[in-house]
């Protein structure tokens, strides 16, 4: 998709401007009586060949991932928004603020930015995707071979990200949790990661009592994807990677409010995000080893759903109060984080999941939610988030934080009281890591966006936590 040149070839060529930038003198006075370089504003012109020229701001200078993705993204959404797919953008200005490094951000804020959802039409030419071919030139003749190798990986995990929108924007008929699962498989093939998938019979067997409790509810089937990468021969060290999947969450007999029923599609984001990361990671063959462990499943109300005030089990052996059934995220992720500690063996666990509600409220959809009850993996996580871009925040707990999920008829409750929503659902599953180092990732609120809050979102899934997992993992394997 996107090529280094030492010239751009393509029907439009993009410069970028910062303000006060000396090159603004030298444009023509009708275009620089307007466009001053300012964040994310755009400009066209002619050169003196007739080519099409597109100006974009850059703003001051700031070291900021984010606007560098932006700037990118912006790009290539105004061609592609006059039908423009062939693009030649001059990069040299920001490498030379920035560093060889920004080919990155510019290389994610490109393809992010260029992409959009699939489409279900009678119309087969729309079923189509249509793609952008990017140009990257003015890249220093010192930097071409370094910025080739970060072009390369960088795309590769934007494929990733790009596997996880295309999952949590599938509508919820066309795909229930066994054909997530395929799916998972299928993109996967071809690198060095094993794909086992864990069906319903040997749940069963296996006592994933929580996971069949919400699972069983509907006519399609529960199952598990377990996602092994051993990168790292040298290390006995595993990460493992815990992703919520359930393909339909009505809530269940605590049925959701109808206005937020279309979101109950993406309730796998966390799956995705941890599948999309194992699969850059193992297709660019970072030197680590990771377990991502998948359950999935759909919440529906069936004669047998589950109801408030019911106790199941677990894989742990731990029993569970059923506080609410719209909490069901917890319960298949405590199950799959047993397996990944009993049978796995993993030496750290990170969970992900579109959780909570309250986080939403607490941050937005901007910043993601963060639990840990270890500072240095905690720390870890933050360069890796600072190293993608993305936004979280750590929150904090206590011991009358746990005395919230206590139960007085089982081991432990699956919600506690009105608030601290967040906390409690984080170390509900906490409970079941087995004193691992664990961190708990919640991005309900950065998962989905119905109004892009970045250039390089688009409407619907934004395939959040990719990145910042890919990045945690690599630094791990350093």
Not at 51 to 78: M, N, P
Not at 346 to 363: K, P
């Amino acid at each position: 998709m996107i090529q280094i040149v030492s010239k751009g070839t393509k029907n439009v060529l993009v410069s970028f401007f910062k303000e006060e930038d000396e090159r603004l003198e030298t444009l023509p006075k009708g275009i620089h009586s307007f466009f001053k370089g300012e964040y994310l504003k755009t400009a066209w012109m002619c050169d003196e060949e007739g080519k099409l020229l597109l100006l974009t701001g850059i703003g001051k200078t700031e070291e900021d991932k984010l606007c560098r993705k932006e700037i990118a993204a912006k790009a290539v959404k105004e061609c592609r928004s006059k039908k423009i797919n062939g693009i030649s953008m001059d990069i040299g200005p920001i490498l030379c603020e920035y560093g060889v490094e920004a080919v990155r951000d510019l290389t994610e804020g490109a393809v992010l930015g260029a992409y959009t959802q699939k489409r279900f039409s009678l119309d087969k030419a729309e079923k189509e995707r249509e793609t952008s071919e990017i140009e990257f030139f003015g890249i220093p003749h010192e930097w071409e071979e370094e910025a080739k190798i970060l072009l390369k990986e960088t795309e590769v995990l934007c494929e990733g990200v790009c596997f996880a929108r295309d999952m949590v924007n599938l509508p919820g008929n066309k795909l229930r949790p066994e054909d997530l699962a395929r799916e998972i498989e299928v993109f996967t093939r071809g690198t060095d990661a094993e794909a086992e998938i864990i069906k319903v019979d040997r749940l069963r067997e296996m006592g994933m009592e929580a996971l069949l409790a919400v699972g069983n509810s509907s006519e399609y089937k529960p199952c598990m994807l377990v996602l092994r990468y051993k990168g790292n021969h040298e290390s006995s060290e595993v990460m493992g990677l815990i992703g919520k999947g359930v393909t339909c969450d009505t809530g269940g007999y605590c049925l959701k409010q109808a206005g937020s029923m279309l979101g109950i599609k993406g309730d796998m984001a966390g799956g995705a995000a941890v599948c999309g990361a194992v699969f850059a990671l193992a297709k660019n063959k970072v030197k680590t080893n990771v377990t991502a462990v998948v359950p999935m499943c759909e919440n529906r109300i069936s004669p047998g759903s589950l109801l408030p005030g019911d106790v199941i089990g677990s894989y742990s052996g731990k029993t569970i109060e059923i506080a609410n059934t719209d909490a069901e995220g917890r319960l298949i992720l405590a199950d799959a984080v047993s397996y990944a500690v009993k049978e796995e063996k993993v030496s750290r666990i990170l969970d992900i999941a579109t959780l909570t509600g309250a986080v939403v409220n607490m941050l937005g959809f901007s910043i993601g939610g963060v639990i840990s009850d270890n500072d240095e993996f905690y720390e870890e996580f933050a360069k890796g988030s600072a190293a993608s871009g993305e936004r979280y925040w750590r929150l904090p707990y206590y011991k009358e934080h746990e005395k919230m999920i206590e139960s007085k008829v089982a081991d432990i409750r699956n919600m506690g009281e009105n608030f601290c929503g967040t906390i409690t659902a984080g170390l509900f599953i906490r409970a079941f890591a087995e004193g691992r180092p664990w961190i708990h990732v919640d991005i309900a609120g950065t998962a989905w966006v119905d109004s892009p809050v970045f250039e390089f979102q688009s409407q619907g899934a934004t395939g959040a936590g990719v990145t910042s997992i890919y990045q945690l993992c690599c630094k791990e394997g350093m």
